[in-house]
């Protein structure tokens, strides 16, 4: 479980790139407080560095946060300590009863875990709803096709105070698969230490998410926003909900 968002690339992540988690955070409390939702537990699934579940506690929620970093893991333990966290792969993890469950960040499309597929998929949305409670929601976002604009791979890179990432995607349109090649750079003591990791995403089609969400039991609205976060480019937004 250490070959993704390793110790630099969690850092980098986390001073860096938290507005998905903070700015969203918002949007769903207030979805929450819509759904009649103002206790109990919070499941948040591909909780990174625990920016979002701090948002949570704040708000009086209780939050068991899974991530498949180690590194992640460390990060928002000592970020939310009232908070429950494990090091575990979110397709594989155990859900306790909830009354919701939260993935924020397009997490069910990374392929970090071998067994994540169309399959999966719909397994993993029947333990979710059977771990919700009556009247819980699911709400998560995907990476739809089209990410890039066009056929070629294109190079972006950003820096922060004593670090840097080179980040380079490329869109397979056959296989809807996203490949991210990233590069780090961060200085510890008075050299800058160099790390690599490749992450690969199944890019899912909204339609066919709906649908699987559906034959499970959820009554499914989407949205492109949460609140006044609005998603990136061929990103969707599911809120699930289980009747009462």
Known sequence: ?????????????????????????????????????????????????????QEFT???YKVLGIDISESMIEIARTR??????????LFK????????????????NYLFDLDNNSQTLVEFFYR???????????IFDIAEPGQLTSGT???????GEDWIVLVQKEEDRDSEILTRRIITF????????RDDEVHRQQLYKAADVTAKLRQVGFEVETTQSYGQFPLPKAHLAFIAYKPA
């Open 1 to 53: 479980m250490n070959e993704w968002y390793k110790e630099d690339l969690a850092f980098i992540h986390d001073v860096g790139f938290g507005d998905w988690a903070l700015k969203s955070a918002p949007g769903i409390l207030e979805i929450l407080n819509r759904s009649q939702i103002r206790e109990g537990l919070i499941v948040d699934l591909g909780c990174g560095s625990g920016l979002s579940a």
């Open 58 to 60: 704040k708000a009086d």
């Open 80 to 89: 939310v300590p009232d908070a429950d966290f494990r090091v575990e792969s």
């Open 93 to 108: 993890a155990d859900i306790p009863p909830c009354n919701a469950v939260i993935s924020l960040g397009e997490c069910l």
């Open 128 to 138: 979710i709803y059977n771990a919700l409670t009556p009247g819980g929601v699911f």
């Open 153 to 159: 791979p294109i190079k972006n890179f950003t820096e």
């Open 186 to 193: 961060r200085k510890v003591g008075e050299h800058y230490r």
